[in-house]
């Protein structure tokens, strides 16, 4: 177990971290299932803003990597041009 004062208030605070990053990656993860699954193309293109917003978010928070942020937008915006 830590002694310092500070070292206490770290565990404390990458606790809090933890849960929340767990909790926006699950939510990110369940919007880009949700945007593969549409069929209609004028739906999936209002949600597109939205899903790749949140995934820019992930990686401005290093929860995923710059260059997976890049290609899962890649990969989500020619799925809804080709729908």
Do not use: F, W
Not at 59 to 75: E, F, R, Y
């Amino acid at each position: 177990m830590a002694n310092h004062k500070s070292a206490l208030k770290r565990i404390r605070s990458n606790e809090k971290r933890r849960v929340l990053n767990r909790y926006q990656h699950k939510t990110t993860r369940n919007a880009i299932k949700k945007l593969r699954e549409m069929t209609d193309a004028g739906e999936a293109k209002k949600m597109l803003p939205s899903v790749i917003s949140m995934i820019d978010k992930l990686a401005k928070k290093n929860v995923i990597h710059s260059n997976k942020a890049g290609n899962l937008k890649s990969q989500l915006t020619k799925h809804v041009a080709a729908l």
